[in-house]
């Protein structure tokens, strides 16, 4: 089974500086998909972005951009230019390629604070 | 257009009763799933549902928890005889299709509080 993990269980930083978040994964598959998801209070999942495993190439959405590491199975996520906004949980999720495999499956989060 | 919608927003029971969560998903989303965000357990998946093909239960804790979906739309899960283990918010996602490649997009859940 594949598991996901998220050693920083809180995070802060300066708005405006950048932040680094952690997850690692494990799995046996070679295809499959990972994403970041913020978490705000008002609990609504919201895709900040995902990364499928046959691109070399690093996604990036705006301030928001991962680094992929495959063979180390890491996949971090950096916030440039904090913005107060950005504060929530953070889940890093993993969702194999196969088809009907559905599920994603989640790290523990990591909750992000931004100081003024 | 209209994202998916879960109800009640938030929910308390005592312990032994029966609760009904219900998930209407953006319209045309085949797939829906039901994940369950609990302090202990994190957030697990536990039913996945598509089209009109038998659903995934692979996730569902116990024989006490149950869900359909009518007519392809709308899903409801139950909680039978509610055990204060059972207190977690209540997650719905919709995606398009079976598609891995499909984003899912989530309700914004629903706290049950079992006392």
């Known amino acids: 089974a594949q598991t996901v993990t998220q050693s920083q269980p809180e995070m802060s930083v300066q708005e405006a500086e950048t932040v680094t978040l952690s997850c690692t994964y494990d799995t046996s598959e070679s295809d499959y998909y990972l994403f970041w998801y913020k978490q705000p209070p008002s609990r609504q999942m919201i895709l900040v972005i995902r990364q499928e495993a046959y691109k070399q190439q690093n996604a990036t959405e705006n301030r928001f951009s991962v680094n992929f590491q495959k063979a180390a199975k890491s996949f971090s996520l950096k916030i440039s230019d904090s913005q107060l906004g950005d504060a929530a949980m953070y889940f890093c999720a993993y969702r194999s390629a196969l088809f009907g495999a559905q599920k994603l499956v989640f790290g523990q989060g990591t909750r992000l604070t931004i100081n003024p | 257009g209209a994202g998916v919608s879960q109800s009640p927003s938030n929910k308390v029971t005592e312990k032994g009763k029966d609760v009904e969560l219900r998930c209407d998903p953006i319209s045309g989303h085949t797939a829906l799933y039901w994940y369950r965000q609990s302090l202990g357990q994190g957030l697990e998946f536990l039913i996945y549902?598509?089209?009109?093909?038998?659903?995934?239960k692979s996730g569902l804790p116990s024989d006490r928890f149950s869900a359909e979906r009518t007519g392809g739309s709308v899903s409801t899960l139950t909680i039978q005889r509610t055990q204060q283990e059972d207190s977690a918010v209540y997650l719905c996602?919709?995606?398009?299709?079976?598609?891995?490649?499909?984003?899912?997009?989530f309700g914004p859940g629903t706290r049950l509080t079992v006392t």
């Open positions: 996602a919709s995606s398009l299709g079976p598609l891995s490649s499909y984003e899912q997009y």
């Open positions: 549902f598509q089209g009109n093909s038998a659903p995934d």
